[in-house]
């Protein structure tokens, strides 16, 4: 089991970056891969990026590819999610988790952390 903690999360301003840190507790992080989800006032949640077990596999949403870089760090058991030129349309509760194989769906994930707001002003 693995319990998951979500930072980072502010206000900005369109076109500013922000950087979001997921931190896992238990000595078995390596063997989950990792996802960034968010979810919008009304919107089901959707995926944001995802991770291997090792890092070295990743996979992203059309509409934050080339903005989003998602990361982790295994020796600190924590992944991150750098996010730059941000949007109005980024504005959401973002969320991390993690499942045994990488995957697109939120049901596919066994552990959610309780979201971190952000929140992107125009």
């Known amino acids: 089991q693995v319990q998951l903690e979500e930072s980072g999360g502010g206000l900005v301003q369109t076109g500013d970056s922000l950087r979001l840190s997921c931190a896992a507790s238990?000595?078995?992080?390596?063997?989950?891969?990792m996802g960034w989800f968010r979810q919008a006032p009304g919107q089901e949640r959707e995926f944001v990026a995802g991770?291997?077990?090792?890092?070295?596999?990743?996979d992203y949403a059309d509409s934050v590819k080339a903005r989003f870089t998602i990361s982790r760090d295994n020796a600190e058991n924590t992944v991150y999610l750098q996010m730059t030129s941000l949007n109005a349309e980024d504005t959401a509760v973002y969320y991390c988790?993690?499942?045994?194989?990488?995957?697109?769906?939120?049901?596919?994930?066994?552990?959610w952390g309780q979201g971190t707001q952000v929140t992107v002003s125009s």
């Open positions: 988790a993690a499942g045994r194989n990488p995957a697109l769906h939120p049901y596919e994930y066994s552990y």
């Open positions: 238990g000595r078995t992080f390596s063997s989950y891969a």
């Open positions: 991770i291997s077990r090792s890092g070295s596999s990743t």
